[in-house]
């Protein structure tokens, strides 16, 4: 990954290496009189994108294709979008979660969409962005459960003692460590995975999820169910934002113009429904990424 001061070194030796070709006649040069400004070859600027692809139907994967392809599901669209709209060429960067936050914390990707809520300490670490409206994944947010304690584990009281799993630097987990009793058991799982592992072999009794992803767990594993259980979600943690770094705020304004058209076009609803669609297909794959990048 490059962070922007080496893209823009990168970007002048890109540009001297074609000047250089086309003065020994190396690469094919416009005979135009007008010089380099109506040159089409030059490279777009790229837009480097990080995300974690284990959280269905915001993004993961589709088993049946490779390279950029595989990544699927809302912000993925909403990424292309906001590429498209930019003029941009999109370079998407799998890792993750929490690695994601620290990469644009540290400019080393220009943004992040990852399914993220507002929250105070995302407020002050990142620039973000307007909301986003991505259907019920952030709306709503449940506690998946084996399939044979529905209707035990309804109410918040009811998870007195039992081991309530969560993604770290998730909201799911603020909302479980604030809203569940004290004497429950709250385990962090760097990975969505590793905790749906957990949940399936037993070793908690829960995982709190936001419902959209619930939905896709649900509908993959007989064994689970969503537990009838929602968290109290503040008006201001409802639906999506961007994360982008600190004081960059001309790309801020810039996304959050791209979100603006693409909430008066009703793009979200489509693109949602689409997602939802797509995370039922059998090739569909919540994949985890580890700090490094690497698939596991």
């Given amino acids: 990954m490059k962070n922007k001061k080496l893209k823009k070194a990168l970007a002048v030796v890109l540009s001297l290496i074609l000047s250089l070709g086309c003065m020994l006649g190396l690469t094919a040069c416009s005979s135009s009189d007008s010089g380099a400004g109506d040159s089409a070859d030059a490279a777009k600027p790229t837009l480097t994108v990080a995300f974690s692809p284990d959280f269905s139907p915001m993004e993961f994967v589709d088993t049946s294709k490779t390279g950029p392809e595989q990544y699927v599901g809302f912000d993925i669209t909403l990424a292309n979008f906001i590429a498209d709209e930019l003029g941009m060429e999109l370079v998407l960067v799998p890792m993750g979660f929490e690695a994601c936050q620290d990469?644009?914390?540290?400019?080393?990707?220009d943004i992040s969409l990852s399914g993220y809520s507002f929250t105070p300490e995302r407020a002050e670490r990142f620039n973000l962005s307007d909301h986003y409206y991505a259907g019920e994944n952030e709306v709503a947010q449940s506690i998946v459960i084996p399939a044979d304690k529905v209707g035990q584990l309804t109410e918040a009281e009811d998870y007195a003692g039992l081991k309530i799993g969560a993604q770290t630097a998730s909201m799911q987990l603020s909302l479980a460590q604030n809203q569940l009793p004290e004497s429950t058991e709250?385990?962090?799982?760097?990975?969505?995975?590793?905790?749906?592992?957990?949940?399936?072999?037993?070793?908690?009794?829960?995982?709190?999820?936001?419902?959209?992803y619930g939905r896709a767990v649900v509908a993959n594993y007989d064994s689970l169910a969503l537990s009838g259980f929602e968290f109290t979600i503040a008006v201001q943690t409802a639906n999506n934002v961007v994360l982008i770094q600190k004081g960059n705020d001309e790309l801020t304004e810039k996304i959050n113009a791209c979100l603006k058209k693409a909430n008066e076009n009703a793009y979200y609803?489509?693109?949602y429904t689409e997602a939802q669609e797509l995370a039922g297909i059998d090739t569909a794959a919540n994949v985890s990424y580890d700090a490094e990048g690497n698939a596991q």
């Fill in 103 to 109: 990469a644009v914390a540290n400019g080393d990707v």
């Fill in 186 to 212: 709250i385990v962090e799982f760097g990975s969505l995975d590793d905790a749906l592992n957990a949940l399936l072999n037993g070793e908690i009794d829960g995982l709190a999820v936001a419902r959209g």
């Fill in 269 to 271: 609803v489509k693109w």
